[in-house]
């Protein structure tokens, strides 16, 4: 091939755009070179997990043998497979187009939903930029960075296994405590339906009886006020009742009065003058003996006055004693409880004096157990001082030994660093060959044309000379 100094020119300025270029690459390239494995070693792995894999099918990939390799890490890191993600994919398909569900077969389906959640894994191992694409046209450089961060979160997931548990069963714990509370909460909610039913019912009860209440109010009141009716038209007839009755014992009192007289003076108009006189002497005699009756009387009514009096006071000093009696029970019956609960704090006294004996022994049994464990924490102090002792030895020998390791490594990683620095450059180099080969192949691709176009074209004039 001819050297051909303006494609050299050009070549020059590409690799120059290409090296400025270069020195802007994101540290994800480093990362990604730290982390990639060899097309042996991922094959080997994959083999290993029971997937029947080789170099040649990660040079040649197949859509159906990558897809179940994914499903296969996915199942043993997340638990998901295509047929786990079916009865999702399914009722989310019914809720967005139930009547056209057969537009997208299952297959296709339950393949996006298993991506979604191969995506958040991916992402979880670093792979920020996983796409649909890798699982139906997949590459073999893409293939080699996704199984190389794959398999190296595998084998961190392996070192952190007691972590992993620890916090699996957590979780699990913490599933069964919210799958109970949620149990909870239903029979709650049930409890609350149930009460608020109960609520209503009471309520429309309590309204009905409210209601009832008032009606039997207002009837009240009407009552109420009939019956202060009544009982001024009551007030006002016993009033006239017993106006009308003085009126009738007046008016009965002075007929009978009438009616005495008549008959005190009937016989006087009948008799003579003489029979009138007898019977006025006879009736002054009548006088006089009532007047003395009348006096004794008087004297003998004065004197059981006086005895009344005398009675009264008598009952009256009766009345006090018997109260002075009454409470003289009263403190009397005091007494009697207070002698029984005296009794009573007594019988309880000496049980608390037995309590509180039996305390002492007790405290006596414990302060003897406390000594002998104290002496067993002692010895066990010593013996926990000794290994701290010995694990302190261990640490500092440890330490060292993990200095040295540590030393190591950040020799590795200088040596890792210079060696992937002369890859980079070893990579550049190539890149930059790559690019004039290719210019050059351009070129002389773009010579071959334009001398077939002369010689097609030569070769037409020779046609329309001859």
């Known amino acids: 091939m001819d ?26 390239d480093d990362s990604d070179a730290f982390m990639r494995l060899s097309d042996l070693e991922i094959a080997g792995c994959i ?17 159906q043998q990558i897809q179940k390799v994914f499903e296969w890490f996915a199942e043993l890191l997340m638990n998901i497979t295509r047929e786990t993600v079916e009865p999702a994919m399914r009722a989310a398909a019914e809720d967005v187009c139930k009547e056209h569900m057969d537009i997208i077969p299952p297959d296709t389906r339950n393949l996006m939903g298993f991506y979604a959640s191969l995506k958040k894994l991916l992402v979880e191992c670093g792979i920020n930029d996983f796409s649909f694409s890798d699982l139906l046209r997949p590459t073999h450089d893409r293939l080699v960075r996704i199984f190389s961060y794959i398999i190296n ?15 699996f069963n957590k979780i699990e714990t913490t599933k069964g405590r919210i799958d109970t509370l949620y149990i909870e909460n239903q029979d709650m909610e049930g409890r609350l339906d149930e009460m608020r039913r109960e609520r209503k019912m009471m309520e429309s009860q309590a309204k009905e009886k409210m209601k009832r209440n008032e009606e039997l109010k207002a009837k009240l009141l009407e009552l109420t006020k009939g019956q202060a009716k009544v009982a001024e038209r009551m007030e006002k007839a016993k009033s006239e009742k017993e106006r009308l009755t003085g009126v009738l014992e007046e008016k009965t009192e002075k007929c009978i009065a009438i009616r005495q007289e008549s008959e005190k003076l009937r016989p006087y108009a009948q008799q003579s003058s003489t029979a009138l006189q007898a019977n006025l002497t006879e009736l002054s005699e009548n006088l006089a003996r009532d007047k003395g009756l009348t006096e004794t009387l ?10 009344a009096d005398t009675f009264g006071v008598v009952s009256n000093d009766v009345t006090s004693c018997i109260k002075v009696l009454e409470e003289v029970s009263t403190e009397l019956q005091k007494e009697d409880e207070e002698n029984v609960d005296a009794a009573k704090r007594r019988d309880a006294l000496s049980e608390r004096g037995n309590n509180v004996r039996e305390v002492e022994r007790t405290e006596a049994l414990l302060q003897r157990q406390l000594a002998r464990w104290m002496e067993r924490t002692e010895t066990l102090r010593k013996g926990s001082n000794e290994k701290a002792d010995a694990a302190k030895k ?31 450059q070893t990579e550049k180099k190539m890149a930059d060959l790559k690019e004039n080969i290719e210019t050059e192949i351009r070129d002389a691709r773009d010579e071959y044309l334009k001398m077939d176009a002369h010689i097609k074209l030569y070769i037409t004039e020779m046609e329309q000379t001859i």
Request: net charge positive; proline share 4%.
């Open 153 to 167: 979160f595998v084998r961190f997931r392996e070192t952190q296994t007691a972590t992993i548990d620890e916090h």
């Open 47 to 63: 083999s290993d997990i029971g997937v029947p894999f080789s170099r040649e099918d990660l040079l040649k990939p197949q859509p």
């Open 298 to 307: 008087e004297k003998r009514t004065r004197a059981l006055q006086t005895s």
């Open 394 to 424: 261990r640490m500092e020998e440890l330490r060292s030994v993990h200095k040295k390791l540590t030393e190591e490594r950040g020799d590795k990683g200088r040596e890792m660093e210079r060696r992937r620095v002369r890859i980079e």
């Open 3 to 28: 050297y051909n100094a303006r494609a050299s020119q050009q070549f020059r300025s590409q690799s120059q755009t290409s090296r400025g270029t270069g020195q802007g690459r994101p540290k994800q």
